[in-house]
């Protein structure tokens, strides 16, 4: 079993559509959280970084972390095709520089 | 300001050559970080540098695979008799040090194949 489990998709929505991406995990010793965004042929990019358990919020996406149940969640509202790329779901023991163990992502595609 | 830059963004050899990609790290950078991307997967962590040295190789696949970074900034990665199984993204990312998340900003990676 990998440490970080995540669907892979991939996932097609139409526009305006709320999105859900989520991944668990094995290794409860995480505590720093992340979404990626990877677009084609792109590096990541940081999108979302959590501390521990709860929510937080910015602009369209909100991630939710349920540390007991080894969960973590990313929700896109009202959903643009420029959302359209693969979401990675990141995570680390420990805060400052760290490796990373990341999910294998979620290609989201939204149709105009 | 300029992002981290990987050179060259593709690079095609053949089974048991050698080949070198390199890493610029974002200006001021003292962490910087190898990962390799396989198809359809999520970045694997390689090696880490803090600095001139490496913090961190545990995620080297095997004793082919070497980085340096002897100046603390631009750093190579070089994998010796490559195998058709080494193709992947490489990524390299870097991040500053101190208090805090500590956001490790991604190059556009070097895709390796192995023919």
């Known amino acids: 079993q990998k440490e970080v489990e995540q669907d892979p998709g991939p996932l097609s929505v139409p526009e305006g559509a709320i999105v859900s991406l989520n991944c668990t ?39 939710q972390v349920d540390k007991s149940s080894k969960y973590i969640s990313l929700f896109i509202r009202d959903s643009q095709p420029s959302d359209s790329a693969t979401y990675l779901c990141a995570m680390s023991a420990n805060s400052g520089n760290t490796p990373l163990v990341f999910g294998k992502g979620t290609r989201l595609s939204v149709i105009a | 300001g300029a ?50 040295g490496a913090a961190d190789d545990s995620g080297l696949p095997n004793d082919r695979f070497f980085a340096v970074r002897p100046e603390g900034s631009v750093s190579t990665l070089k994998i010796q008799r490559t195998e058709r199984g080494d193709s992947a993204v490489y990524l390299c990312a870097s991040s500053s040090t101190g208090a805090g998340d500590n956001e490790q900003f991604f190059g556009p990676g070097t895709r390796l194949t192995v023919l």
């Open chain 1, 25 to 63: 995990y094995s290794n409860s010793a995480f505590q720093y959280f992340m979404w990626y965004r990877q677009y084609s042929r792109k590096g990541p990019e940081l999108l979302m970084y959590t501390y521990s358990s709860g929510n937080k919020e910015d602009g369209r996406f909100t991630a």
């Open chain 2, 3 to 52: 992002g981290v830059s990987q050179t060259p963004s593709n690079k095609v050899t053949e089974k048991g050559k050698y080949v070198e990609l390199r890493c610029d790290p974002i200006s001021g950078h003292t962490a910087l970080y190898w990962y390799r991307q396989s198809l359809g997967q999520g970045p694997e962590f390689l090696i880490y540098f803090q600095g001139t």
